[in-house]
T-cell receptor, first 117, second 112 residues
Framework: AQKVTQAQTEISVVEKEDVTLDCVYE???????LFWYKQPPSGELVFLIR??????QNEISGRYSWNFQKSTSSFNFTITASQVVDSAVYFC??????????????FGGGTRLMVKP | EAQVTQNPRYLITVTGKKLTVTCSQN?????MSWYRQDPGLGLRQIYY???????DKGDVPEGYKVSRKEKRNFPLILESPSPNQTSLYFC???????????FGPGTRLTVL
């Protein structure tokens, strides 16, 4: 069965600090997909990134970067020079490619990030 | 604009009063699903549908029903709501042969 763990339930930083959100996953499939979603205070879920299990290349998008390490089953998310607008709950999610008829996303419990001015 | 819509966005009801939360997508997606979000648990899948007239249970289907009579719509039905169904509900959809799901804005349901 698939499982996602976000050990940090809440993180508080001061604006301009860098912050890393941890995500550890478990799966028996060799092919799977990992996601990060952002949930701002307004409540909607905003898709940030998708990574498949064969692509371990790290990715950078502006102030956001993702570090995928299969050896440690981790898919961590770093925000550089954080801003108040980054305050949100961030979810890591996993989808197995084969044993997953409903294309179910398994979510971690979420990490609430608070960026103070 | 490509989107998933849900109605209502907020609902307060009482135990046992049947309700329906609608979900509609305009992207011609085959897959649709419902999730509920609870503190510390992330989102959990309730039901999903692979296409019209094809539905199946997710992780937490008890107390819910769904139907898929048209490709664009996937309503969530609570025949006899109970307080433990107080939650934030999300509808999602995706195209076949892709794996990225797109979520609606959420429906916050309170059952008294």
């Amino acid at each position: 069965a698939q499982k996602v763990t976000q050990a940090q339930t809440e993180i508080s930083v001061v604006e301009k600090e860098d912050v890393t959100l941890d995500c550890v996953y478990e799966t028996r499939d060799t092919t799977y997909y990992l996601f990060w979603y952002k949930q701002p205070p307004s409540g909607e879920l905003v898709f940030l990134i998708r990574r498949n299990s064969f692509d371990e290349q790290n990715e950078i998008s502006g102030r956001y970067s993702w570090n995928f390490q299969k050896s440690t089953s981790s898919f961590n998310f770093t925000i550089t020079a954080s801003q108040v607008v980054d305050s949100a709950v961030y979810f890591c999610a996993l989808s197995e490619a084969y044993n997953n008829a409903g294309n179910m996303l398994t979510f971690g419990g979420g990490t609430r990030l608070m960026v103070k001015p | 604009e490509a989107q998933v819509t849900q109605n209502p966005r907020y609902l307060i009801t009482v135990t046992g009063k049947k309700l329906t939360v609608t979900c509609s997508q305009n992207m011609n997606h085959e897959y649709m699903s419902w999730y509920r979000q609870d503190p510390g648990l992330g989102l959990r899948q309730i039901y999903y549908s692979m296409n019209v007239e094809v539905t199946d249970k997710g992780d937490v289907p008890e107390g819910y029903k769904v139907s898929r009579k048209e490709k664009r719509n996937f309503p969530l039905i609570l025949e006899s709501p109970s307080p433990n169904q107080t939650s934030l509900y999300f509808c999602a959809s995706r195209r076949v042969h892709t794996d990225t799901q797109y979520f609606g804005p959420g429906t916050r349901l309170t059952v008294l």
